[in-house]
């Protein structure tokens, strides 16, 4: 323990402050991160010659606290980025999702992007540099808006100056960081056609309602935001973002968020080494089925694994899962020639979370050592929101494909949505030196779309992160 943190432990407010934190700015993360949020709220105390919680939080409720809160915030986020972050899925906008919105707005003429927790601003100015340089001619009369928003001010004033370090360029290649950018001593200068075409300003995504440009966002990108928030926050953010998108519009999260239960009202679209979702008009999302508690599972066991028929499905709302639910009905036919693991994914991105548990069910009933079948039953548990469940398939999943990082991957992404951060560094480190003992570029079998190299370097990504 610090001493920050033994000081603030003691003091009767330090939780209502930590709760005034966490609920302004969605960061759930702090919860159990006593020793960095107290290190932050000692400085904040010195700094304000304030003797404890309870006059800061005073502080924070007058006029001017708006001003120390704005401080606060920008000591707690994290605003790690850098240009053309995910280079698979800036490939996904240029092959993809840019064509595809230049063929939709060719009547009004207009792009409105949204990069929403934009940090110091590399991603916005990112795709503003992607459309000049490879649609420029296209959009030459078209009218572009992008805008960048955050809650920390301080990256919003460093994204204005359109200044950037060699480090934040890791990911550019050179020729066009000579194009879009001028040398000024150590730093770069973005050029200012590319300046002009992004707005930033300061927006809060989890208390402000989002800007509504008249005819939605074609394209809004929130990556690397919601790995700080719990599960509601995520939801209740994810269901803004949804109603911020013009129909057929386009949502890119962190490549390190795939989840698709999050995204149920979205169609799912796997692109390679990218997912993207899309909002369409008319797409119903299936019922999700009732939550049922389950029961505490024992640990997983090689002989238990033997001897386990694949856990009974629970009553569904739908009338087809309700025939496939009896035993003697058997699950829809799986047209012979498409692997089952693949057609259980197709299924899930379509949403058709019925039939792809069904698919899932049959690769159980062939095989019920199938780690890779537990893995997929872990992630339509965790869509249907029964995580008691699915971790149980994941620890299955885990200890029947001992070699693989993904389900340890998966089974980080559900510890920390409980909060365990010891269980998630853990599960986060197994899948690290598990993908470490692969080829970068070979697919992971769960997830073809995804490669080791890629998965080593999203746990890496979290590890940081966790470490603080
Ligand atoms: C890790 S950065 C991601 C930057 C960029 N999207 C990327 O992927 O490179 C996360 C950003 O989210 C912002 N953020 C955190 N909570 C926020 C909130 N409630 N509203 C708006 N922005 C928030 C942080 O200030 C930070 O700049």
């Given at each position: 323990m610090t001493t920050a943190e033994e000081f603030l432990q003691n003091d009767p407010s330090y939780h209502r402050l930590k709760d005034k934190v966490v609920g302004s700015t969605?960061?759930?993360?702090?919860r159990d991160r006593d020793d960095i949020l107290c290190d932050v709220v000692m400085r904040r105390l010195l700094a304000t010659g304030l003797r404890d919680c309870d006059a800061y939080l005073e502080l924070l409720e007058t006029e001017g606290g708006s001003d120390e809160l704005d401080i606060l915030i920008a000591e707690l986020t994290i605003g790690e980025t850098y240009f053309f972050r995910h280079h698979a899925q800036f490939e996904a906008l240029e092959q993809k999702i840019i064509p595809d919105i230049l063929r939709r707005n060719e009547s009004i003429r207009q792009i409105n992007v949204w990069s929403a927790?934009?940090?110091?601003?590399p991603e916005a100015y990112s795709v503003a540099i992607l459309l000049k340089e490879r649609f420029g001619k296209q959009l030459a009369d078209w009218n572009i808006h992008i805008h960048g928003t955050d809650i920390n001010r301080k990256f919003l004033a460093l994204a204005r100056t359109g200044r950037f370090g060699?480090?934040?360029?890791?990911?550019?290649p050179e020729e066009i960081r000579e194009r879009w950018f001028n040398q000024v001593g150590d730093e770069w200068e973005i050029s200012r056609e590319i300046k002009s075409m992004v707005r930033f300003y300061p927006h809060n995504l989890v208390t402000d309602p989002p800007p509504k440009p008249e005819n939605g966002f074609d394209l809004i990108l929130c990556r690397?935001?919601?790995?700080?928030?719990?599960r509601a926050t995520a939801e209740a953010l994810v269901a803004r973002l949804h109603e911020s998108l013009a129909d057929g519009g386009w949502l890119a999260m962190g490549?390190?968020?795939?989840?698709l239960a999050l995204f149920r009202k979205f169609h799912t679209l796997s692109l390679p080494g990218a997912i993207i979702y899309r909002k369409e008009a008319g797409y119903a999302p299936p019922a999700l089925p009732a939550r049922t508690a389950a029961p505490p599972s024992p640990p997983p066991s090689r002989t238990r694994a033997v001897k386990t028929v694949p856990p009974k499905k629970p009553a569904r709302q739908s009338a087809r899962s309700a025939l496939t639910a009896q035993k003697d009905v058997p699950p829809p036919r799986i047209p012979?020639?498409?692997p089952a693991p693949h057609l259980v994914l197709e299924l899930a991105e379509k949403g058709d979370w019925d039939a792809a548990e069904a698919a899932c069910d049959a690769m159980l009933r062939a095989n019920p050592l199938d780690g890779r079948a537990y893995y997929y039953r872990a992630l339509l548990l965790e869509q249907a929101g029964r995580f008691a469940e699915s971790e149980t398939a994941l620890r299955r999943s885990v200890f029947l494909d001992r070699r693989s990082p993904l389900p340890h991957y998966q089974l980080a992404l559900l510890l920390l949505h409980r909060q365990d951060v010891n269980g998630a560094q853990r599960s986060f480190r197994n899948a690290l030196s598990l993908a470490d003992?692969?080829?970068?570029d070979t697919p992971l079998p769960?997830?073809?779309?995804?490669?080791a190299g890629q998965l080593r370097e999203m746990a890496a990504q979290y590890l940081q992160r966790l470490k603080g």
């Open positions: 969605g960061m759930a993360f702090y927790g934009c940090s110091t601003g060699p480090w934040s360029f890791r990911a550019v690397n935001v919601i790995i700080y928030f719990d490549h390190s968020e795939p989840n012979a020639p498409r003992r692969r080829e970068a769960e997830l073809p779309d995804l490669t």
